[in-house]
């Protein structure tokens, strides 16, 4: 089987503008959680859908959005980027919301400028 | 709120020797899972191993185990017979029984294989 996969692998996005991050996740796989990395603040939890519904949300500002398709494809959407939104932005995927284990893919580092 | 520390930013080991990672966790749930990913440099996070917390023998996955105290939260993991791939950061997370989907994860410690 497949992998997480994300695009973009990498992205440089300057302050205001917006960007869209995509995720597929493992085939049969119906949850998607999304995290945030940078070095001061760790790992740090996003959103997580199932079935197409946001079922956790993290402590985010509403800059920072998702969704999820019927196909278990999700994106998430950071509007009016700031210079701290320079991250990796790792994607995760599940069989079943609350099982457990997460698969990662190997993310998308945006750099805001 | 759960909160998940790791005290040893980071650590290093002669190959083949064993090295134990320190976690601790504080949370009020009583069925929750915890784990360890393995992120190498520049790739992907891979689950090491996971543990749910009505368990009470501790988990193992070839050469890694876990040291699984319910009543001290705490959940080390032991790496023996080290090799050079072990190199990497640990992180050490925590999810929900019910409602779960949300990990909870430690700063990381950043672990050394040395030849």
């Known amino acids: 089987k497949a992998g997480v996969t994300q695009t973009p692998r990498y992205l440089i996005k300057t302050r205001g503008q917006q960007v869209t991050l995509s995720c597929s996740p493992i085939s049969g796989h119906r949850s998607v959680s999304w995290y945030q990395q940078t070095p001061g603040q760790g790992l740090q939890f996003l959103f997580e859908y199932f079935s197409e519904t946001q079922r956790n949300k993290g402590n985010f500002p509403g800059r920072f959005s998702g969704r999820q398709f019927s196909n278990s494809r999700s994106e998430m959407n950071v509007s009016t980027l700031e210079l701290g939104d320079s991250a990796l932005y790792l994607c995760?995927?599940?069989?079943?919301?609350?099982?457990?284990?997460?698969?990662f893919g190997p993310g998308t580092r945006l750099t805001v400028t | 709120a759960q909160t998940v520390t790791q005290s040893q930013p980071e650590m290093s080991v002669q190959e083949a020797e064993t090295v134990t990672l320190s976690c601790t966790y504080d949370t009020s749930e009583n069925n929750y899972y915890l784990f360890w990913y393995k992120q190498p440099p520049s790739r992907q996070m891979i689950l090491v191993i996971r543990q749910e917390a009505y368990k009470q023998q501790n988990a193992t996955e070839n050469r890694f185990s876990v040291n699984f105290q319910k009543a001290a939260k705490s959940f080390s993991l032991k790496i023996s017979d080290s090799q050079l791939g072990d190199t990497a950061m640990y992180f050490c997370?925590?999810?929900?029984?019910?409602?779960?989907?949300?990990?909870?994860f430690g700063q990381g410690t950043e672990l050394s294989v040395k030849p």
């Open positions: 997370a925590f999810m929900k029984h019910v409602g779960g989907g949300k990990l909870i």
């Open positions: 995760a995927s599940s069989p079943r919301q609350g099982t457990g284990e997460q698969y």
